[in-house]
């Protein structure tokens, strides 16, 4: 939900956690920064975000082990390759040397 108002009396949604304000001032639209209960929650979403189960950090080491042994086999030797045909000169025939009189 987001709360737009003119009105200064709105001050007490600014306790609710997660409700941005936003104020109209003539043609200017203004976002209040969040309130501290916001960023706390947030901060603490963030962190159960990134912890992981022992089955999680297990399937990850599993997929990171599966897939160095596809990259080991996978990978081909490049090889020199000719010149460009197009930045070659043709080469003359015998019969191309001679003047036609």
Do not use: H, W
């Amino acid at each position: 939900a987001v709360v737009s108002t003119q009105s200064t009396g709105m001050q007490e949604l600014r306790q609710k956690s997660g409700i941005p304000l936003l104020y109209l001032s003539g043609c200017t639209l203004y976002l209040e920064s969040p309130s501290y209960q916001s960023r706390n929650e947030a901060e603490e979403q963030q962190r159960n975000q990134d912890l992981l189960t022992d089955f999680e950090k297990e399937t990850i080491k599993q997929l990171k082990a599966e897939r160095s042994e596809e990259r080991k086999v996978s990978r081909k030797r490049k090889r020199p390759k000719g010149p460009n045909p197009l930045s070659c000169k043709k080469k003359k025939s015998e019969g191309e040397g001679k003047k036609k009189k």
